[in-house]
């Protein structure tokens, strides 16, 4: 797809880190697959993706983790 940032570059299945942080906790999720711009960088995730990661920041939230740097498990 294009890139709506950049409106130049073209995605490509590419990996990207994700940092989420909320009530003084800091989650980092590395290798989360996603589509890339090859010009700009920009990260695009798809919806099953984003819902995953979303799931697996907020258990680590409820069970009170405060610094937490994983590789994302797409099971």
Same mark, same amino acid.
């Given at each position: 797809? #294009?890139?709506?940032?950049?409106?130049? %570059?073209?995605?490509?299945? *590419?990996?990207?880190? &994700?940092?989420? @942080?909320?009530?003084? &906790?800091?989650?980092?999720? #590395?290798?989360?697959?996603?589509?890339?711009?090859?010009?700009? *960088? @920009?990260?695009?995730?798809?919806?099953?993706?984003?819902?995953?990661?979303?799931?697996?920041?907020?258990?680590?939230?409820?069970? %009170?983790?405060?610094?937490?740097?994983?590789?994302?498990? &797409?099971?």
């Amino acid at each position: 797809m #294009k890139c709506v940032i950049c409106k130049h %570059g073209q995605t490509k299945p *590419g990996t990207m880190t &994700a940092t989420f @942080e909320r009530d003084g &906790a800091t989650l980092v999720f #590395k290798s989360v697959p996603a589509e890339v711009c090859q010009s700009c *960088g @920009e990260s695009y995730l798809s919806s099953e993706t984003s819902q995953k990661l979303l799931f697996q920041a907020e258990d680590a939230l409820k069970k %009170g983790v405060q610094v937490d740097v994983r590789k994302f498990v &797409a099971a």
